[in-house]
């Protein structure tokens, strides 16, 4: 079975420190994809990035940043710089390729990291 | 494109009350699903299809029935809503081996009293 753990529940910073939001994986699968999306407040769900696991490469968007290690069964999230507009929940989650399942198949989530940015 | 349409927006329902949630896509994906978001649970999975006529089971899919008859279309059927089923309720869907997660609809909020 898979598995998703968010262990920071609530993490709070001022406005320009950077902020690492962590997730620890379970699978058994070979094949599986990792995923982070952002709840703001208005509670809407947004995609911020996919990552298969044959990728380990770290991927870089504007303030963002993703760390994928294997061999600690990590992917974490980290935010350079924060902003106000960084409140939110960040959830982490997991899909695997089963035999019947494509690349985008049932996810499991974390229970999600809120985070507060004070200015 | 409007995405995955999600009615109502809320909605409150006496124990014992039947109804249905809708969702719709239409950017033609295959899968599709129903999540209830519960304060410090995270998503936790309803059903779920993998394409028309084709529906499975979840983590949490007591007292919930589902049915994908279209590609488009996904509902989500409380059979005897219970005060337990007080969530929030988001449809999802996705293409197979697209470069992306998941789109969610906007959510349901629903009270069972």
């Known amino acids: 079975a898979q598995k998703v753990t968010q262990a920071q529940t609530e993490i709070s910073v001022v406005e320009k420190e950077d902020v690492t939001l962590d997730c620890v994986y379970e699978?058994?699968?070979?094949?599986?994809?990792l995923f982070w999306y952002k709840q703001p407040p208005s509670g809407e769900l947004v995609f911020l990035i996919r990552r298969n696991s044959f990728d380990e490469q770290n991927e870089i968007s504007g303030r963002y940043s993703w760390n994928f290690q294997k061999s600690t069964s990590s992917f974490n999230f980290t935010i350079t710089a924060s902003q106000v507009v960084d409140s939110a929940v960040y959830f982490c989650?997991?899909?695997?390729?089963?035999?019947?399942?494509?690349?985008?198949?049932?996810?499991?989530f974390g229970k999600g990291i809120t985070l507060s940015v004070r200015p | 494109n409007a995405g995955v349409t999600q009615t109502p927006k809320f909605q409150v329902l006496k124990t014992g009350q039947s109804m249905t949630l809708q969702c719709a896509q239409d950017?033609?994906?295959?899968?599709m699903s129903w999540y209830r978001q519960d304060p410090g649970m995270g998503l936790r999975l309803i059903h779920y299809?993998?394409?028309?006529?084709?529906?499975d089971q979840g983590e949490v899919p007591n007292g919930y029935n589902v049915s994908r008859s279209t590609t488009e279309d996904f509902p989500l059927r409380l059979l005897s809503a219970a005060p337990s089923q007080t969530s929030v309720y988001f449809c999802a869907s996705a293409s197979w081996g697209a470069n992306y997660g998941y789109t969610f609809g906007s959510g349901t909020r629903l009270t069972v009293v």
């Open positions: 699978t058994r699968d070979t094949t599986y994809y």
């Open positions: 950017m033609n994906h295959e899968y």
């Open positions: 299809s993998v394409g028309a006529g084709i529906t």
């Open positions: 989650a997991l899909s695997e390729a089963g035999r019947f399942s494509g690349a985008n198949s049932k996810l499991t």
